[in-house]
């Protein structure tokens, strides 16, 4: 059960259901829903963390894919900014978000950064 009651359910599954638009290429409809989630996760006296940061990592994943960067770039910073505060230097999101940053930085053709938010990112 995830604590929160009915918000972080709704919270959760606004998130869900906007992988699936992604996936069909519904953005739109896709970044309204993951505003929602991380609305509703910002707002919660004690949020489900993992729950938040997927759901942010959610629509970093969204910009990047819309080809808007600098937001992409600027929610993975948040991503790993909570990963930071609240969870284990080895934790399994913390490998997705470098592997974001990663991206960015190749495409911004910051090739020595990309090597090294790869490298992170695997070891």
Do not use: C
């Not at 309204?32 to 707002?43: E, G, H, N």
């Not at 004690?46 to 819309?66: E, F, H, K, M, S």
């Amino acid at each position: 059960e995830l604590g929160g009651g009915d918000a972080a359910i709704v919270a959760a599954m606004s998130s869900n259901l906007a992988v699936q638009m992604m996936g069909q290429r519904r953005y739109e409809e896709a970044e309204k829903l993951l505003l929602k989630s991380v609305a509703a996760w910002d707002a919660m006296k004690d949020p489900v963390l993992v729950a938040q940061a997927t759901a942010l990592l959610n629509l970093g994943r969204l910009y990047y894919v819309t080809g808007r960067r600098d937001e992409a770039s600027a929610t993975f910073a948040r991503v790993m900014a909570l990963l930071d505060k609240s969870f284990p230097a080895d934790h399994p999101l913390r490998a997705y978000v470098l592997q974001n940053q990663s991206q960015i930085a190749f495409d911004r053709f910051a090739l020595a950064d990309a090597e090294r938010l790869a490298r992170e990112a695997v070891a």
